[in-house]
């Protein structure tokens, strides 16, 4: 089975090159959508061994998912993983997000990060709970960690997904799309490297409530 | 007739001027020019013939002709507002999925060079 691992990447320069040397060794393929970055992430993860599709303008983290995931499966792939580019994410969990898939018990993998107080800090367990309490709201399903960027599908799985949102609020929308799909989810434990740098990224209060905004807009015009 | 009137009623037949020019150089569809003549039509209607409001504030229950015209003003600038904005939305998307192309493509191109 052809595995490949979607990365979406903006001014990532420093960290992409070490995620796609971890990934390297993993999956079969790896791939950076660089989305738009002004510094060198493309050639730099093109060195470290990925294949680049660059967006000639920065379009967000959903346009950029999406297009990888298109990549992906032109690509042929079997298994698919989105993967962050800022370091936050472990190579070695990518195995056991494969695992459900590869046995059949579930079309879809997402990584939840451990809600254990001694790993998160409290800021990021309140912006992840209130996450999943208006994905919850808004798309009926309650999941551990839908801000997860560590996700992973079987390929036609992710042929399935219509996704619309652009940018941050993806994440909530690839859970619609599990739930109006009637897809098959399992979330795997993970566990997270906070960084001081990774610490910084992450939607900030007035970010969240924007995509909230949106979130809600799209539920209406569908 | 005050000059509030006859500066709206002015406007009103520029902007029907302007309104018709533009669906002559085929910039505007033919329903977009209906929608629009009837909406100019409407307001010169109100100011010219103040009555009219009152007449219409009477049937849907409202104290003066002003505040229902600016009611109704209101509902529909929100109206329109949220069509432009679900435009922009479906803008912004489509400017995603040519951007997306053309990273792909480009890709393709690549890799059929390295070959």
């Known amino acids: 089975m052809k595995t490949v691992a979607v990365v979406p990447a903006y001014n990532e320069g420093n960290t992409v090159s070490g995620v796609v040397r971890s990934l390297c060794g993993v999956v079969d393929e790896v791939i950076v959508v660089d989305d738009g970055s002004a510094d060198r992430t493309g050639s730099?993860?093109?060195?470290?061994?990925?294949?680049?599709?660059?967006?000639?303008?920065n379009r967000g983290l959903g346009a950029a998912i999406g297009t990888g995931i298109a990549a992906a499966l032109r690509a042929d792939a079997r298994l698919i993983v989105t993967f962050d580019a800022d370091g936050q994410h472990d190579a070695a969990d990518v195995a056991r997000m494969f695992e459900p898939l590869r046995s059949g018990r579930a079309d879809v993998t997402i990584g939840a990060r451990t809600m254990d107080r001694q790993l998160m800090p409290r800021t990021r367990r309140i912006a992840n709970w209130l996450g999943n309490a208006l994905t919850y709201v808004?798309?009926?399903?309650?999941?551990?960690?839908?801000?997860?960027?560590?996700?992973?599908?079987?390929?036609?799985?992710?042929?399935?997904?219509?996704?619309?949102?652009?940018?941050?609020?993806?994440s909530s929308e690839i859970i619609r799309e599990i739930r109006r799909q009637k897809l098959r989810l399992e979330e795997v434990p993970i566990r997270p490297v906070y960084t001081e740098y990774s610490m910084s990224k992450g939607q900030g209060f007035v970010t969240g409530l924007k995509t909230a905004g949106k979130l809600l807009l799209h539920r209406v015009i569908r | 007739m005050l000059l509030i009137q006859l500066i709206i009623i002015a406007f009103a037949a520029f902007a029907v001027w302007r309104t018709v020019s533009r669906f002559r150089e085929g910039e505007l569809s033919a329903r977009a020019l209906v929608l629009w003549l009837?909406?100019?039509?409407?307001?010169?209607?109100a100011v010219a013939l103040p009555q009219s409001t009152s007449w219409f504030a009477a049937v849907v229950g409202v104290g003066r002709g002003v505040d229902a015209a600016i009611y109704v003003s209101i509902v529909?600038?929100?109206?329109?507002?949220?069509?432009?904005?679900?435009?922009?939305?479906?803008?912004?998307h489509d400017i995603t999925l040519l951007v997306r192309e053309v990273g792909l493509m480009k890709g393709e191109g690549d890799s059929e060079q390295d070959n």
């Open chain 1, 138 to 170: 808004l798309f009926g399903l309650w999941v551990q960690d839908s801000q997860s960027g560590l996700r992973a599908f079987t390929s036609d799985a992710a042929a399935a997904l219509d996704l619309r949102c652009d940018r941050m609020e993806v």
């Open chain 2, 38 to 45: 009837l909406f100019w039509i409407v307001v010169t209607v």
């Open chain 2, 76 to 92: 529909v600038i929100f109206y329109l507002l949220f069509r432009v904005f679900i435009k922009l939305e479906k803008i912004q």
């Open chain 1, 44 to 57: 730099v993860a093109q060195a470290a061994g990925a294949r680049v599709v660059r967006h000639f303008i």
